[in-house]
């Protein structure tokens, strides 16, 4: 099963080490570092599902990290880790392109919650609202629309969900549990014949040679090139 990958950037070494023991017990992959300037180096090296920075952070606080981070592309959600409890600070923080904030002293179950919350969600920190698919098609994330030759053509919910993680995961094999965890809530039932109708579906629109079936793993999505 594809692991998400989490960078985690935490200058507290006991906090850090708990912190990606607690993730990687519960079947994620963990990158850990403890300052602003290991924090960017990692961020270009290799992209990430999702972000847990701490605000007070040395070298780079965590403001000025993920603010650089959105400017040069980078569209993995965010959730600060921060004692800081001021509207100030949170109009700062989600200004700079957070999705989310964890108060610290934090129970590791809320944590969980938060993280498996936003994973479940198809967050774009772009500058566009429309994400090119190919010459002729992009993808309206703000309106959950294709728009192909200029013609609209919206998405069922579904649909919208899975178009947004094959196009996060371009040209990787998501197997299908990591599909079924993302696409349907916790107390949704996955269904393996409604997944191939939602491929179907999107195959009919973006053309079938666009998503490839791998057998007996998965899906991958072919960008163009």
């Given at each position: ?39 960017q180096e990692k961020l270009y090296e290799s992209p990430y599902d999702l ?87 992009a993808y309206n994330i703000k309106n959950n629309e294709l728009i192909i ?77």
């Amino acid at each position: 099963m594809n692991k998400a990958k989490i960078l985690v950037v935490e200058d507290d070494a006991n906090l850090n080490e708990t912190i990606a023991e607690f993730l990687e017990e519960e079947g994620y992959e963990v990158i850990s570092v403890y300052d602003g300037y290991e924090a960017q180096e990692k961020l270009y090296e290799s992209p990430y599902d999702l972000l847990l920075l701490d605000v007070n952070i040395p070298k780079i606080n965590g403001f000025e990290l993920l603010r650089e981070a959105r400017e040069n592309g980078v569209a993995a959600p965010a959730i600060y880790i921060t004692s800081m409890n001021s509207v100030d600070d949170l109009e700062k923080g989600f200004g700079s392109g957070c999705d989310d904030y964890i108060r610290k002293p934090f129970a590791l179950k809320e944590l969980k919650i938060r993280v498996d919350t936003l994973l479940k969600r198809s967050f774009f920190h772009a500058s566009s609202e429309l994400m090119p698919i190919s010459k002729e098609i992009a993808y309206n994330i703000k309106n959950n629309e294709l728009i192909i030759d200029g013609k609209t053509i919206g998405l069922g919910n579904k649909e919208s969900k899975l178009l947004k993680l094959f196009m996060k995961h371009e040209n990787e094999v998501i197997v299908h549990e990591r599909i079924y965890e993302y696409l349907w809530n916790f107390d949704e039932e996955p269904s393996d014949t409604a997944l191939r109708t939602y491929i179907k579906n999107l195959r009919k629109i973006i053309g079938k040679d666009r998503i490839v079936s791998v057998k007996k793993q998965g899906y991958k999505f072919i960008a163009e090139k």
